[in-house]
């Protein structure tokens, strides 16, 4: 029987912070005997977890009607690891997170997930093909409303947040080429990837939807508000376009900021003729922020290239310009999980949720060789 396990004490990088080792307080696995993953999982104003994943059959632990292909689960939890209700979602085909689904809190005391649909029937309408599918429920996993959101092509999730007026942004990556459903266009071939990022309101009709990048792939993988602004992480391959009069070279770390609009108000690039990439990001609470990816042997004020690629950690201020950065990890391959960074308590610190396959340098008590969270 495949299971996923669930621990209240996640392994976490924390920089720039003395912390003792967590301890394990419970361990539980939930799933199915044709197995499941969570993608997210977040403490809710009540005290207990709310956990998105996705499930293959039903039967085990996941007692709701399974729908076809893979579906979205969703779950709560109390403190102590006991389901207190959960439901399906989806249609006949494969609705998961794949990694980069989300769930969030809502005012209502709800909750509204993003994950990835190809279904066309159960719980999904208007599907354009391979989609964006976005979810509003109740406190016990009702389905209030449900859009689906994209082209002709594939588009696939990434980032997920609400904003102070109510309303959600989410980043996705798009291939659909042309004005196509809600893409209005694409810089390269069905073949590259455009970055995507789309504003809606709390019923999920979009306020406005932008394509940034070239011709090259572009990635926005994480999203943060710094006030009314909008500041996106991720990283790029293009020398066009929006990256026209930028130095790209080969793959570099990308900042984009967004007013409440939608409208560019400022870009950088960061890294030299190594491979470097930006999967999270955050606005501190002083107004600086906090890029992480992955880079290989470029100058750093902290650390030092331990070889392959390494975790990458970058802080600007407000207005983009590096403060410091720094290379952590082994021997091996070392990097970012997506959108997977949080500030401390009082600004002491950040923790950064990676994966690595080192058992050297940085990286401690690692009991193989294979990819570990971090």
């Not at 900021?257 to 690039?269: K, Q, R, T």
């Amino acid at each position: 029987m495949q299971k996923i396990l669930l621990s209240l004490c996640c392994l976490l990088v924390s920089l720039l912070y003395s912390i003792a080792q967590p301890t394990i307080e419970w361990a539980k696995v939930f799933g199915s005997s044709q197995g499941a993953t969570i993608d997210d999982m977040q403490p809710t104003p009540d005290g207990n977890l709310i956990v998105l994943a996705s499930a293959n059959a039903s039967d085990s632990d996941v007692v709701c009607t399974h729908k076809g292909g893979s579906d979205v689960w969703v779950f709560k939890i109390d403190m102590a690891g006991n389901i207190l209700w959960q439901n399906c979602y989806g249609g006949s085909g494969l609705d998961d997170g794949f990694i980069t689904g989300r769930i969030l809190n809502t005012q209502d005391s709800g909750y509204i997930f993003m994950v990835n649909t190809k279904s066309f029937d159960g719980d999904i309408t208007f599907n354009h093909g391979d989609d964006v599918w976005i979810v509003k429920i109740d406190d016990v996993g009702n389905i209030q409303w449900q859009k689906c959101y994209g082209g002709g092509g594939s588009e696939h999730t990434f980032s997920f947040i609400a904003t102070p007026d109510g309303g959600y942004i989410f980043t996705a990556l798009s291939n659909t080429v042309g004005s196509n459903g809600d893409i209005p266009f694409h810089y390269g071939t069905f073949l590259t990837v455009d970055a995507w990022v789309v504003k809606i309101d709390a019923a999920g009709n979009i306020l406005w939807n932008k394509i940034f990048g070239g011709t090259g792939d572009d990635f926005l993988c994480s999203a943060a508000m710094k006030g009314d602004t909008v500041i996106l992480f991720g990283w790029t391959r293009s020398i066009d376009y929006d990256l026209l009069n930028l130095d790209v070279d080969e793959d570099d770390g990308w900042i984009v900021s967004l007013d409440s609009a939608g409208n560019l108000l400022s870009m950088g690039v960061f890294g030299t003729d190594s491979l470097e990439s930006f999967r999270a990001g955050l606005v501190t609470f002083s107004g600086n922020l906090i890029a992480v990816g992955s880079a290989g042997n470029i100058p750093v004020d902290k650390g030092y290239f331990h070889g392959n690629s390494d975790l990458w950690v970058v802080k600007t201020d407000g207005n983009g310009e590096i403060i410091w950065q720094g290379l952590y990890g082994g021997s091996d391959w070392d990097f970012a999980a997506y959108d997977a960074v949080k500030e401390a308590p009082l600004g002491s610190g950040y923790y950064i949720g990676a994966m690595s396959e080192s058992a050297d340098g940085d990286i401690t008590n690692h009991p193989d060789l294979r990819k570990k969270i971090y």
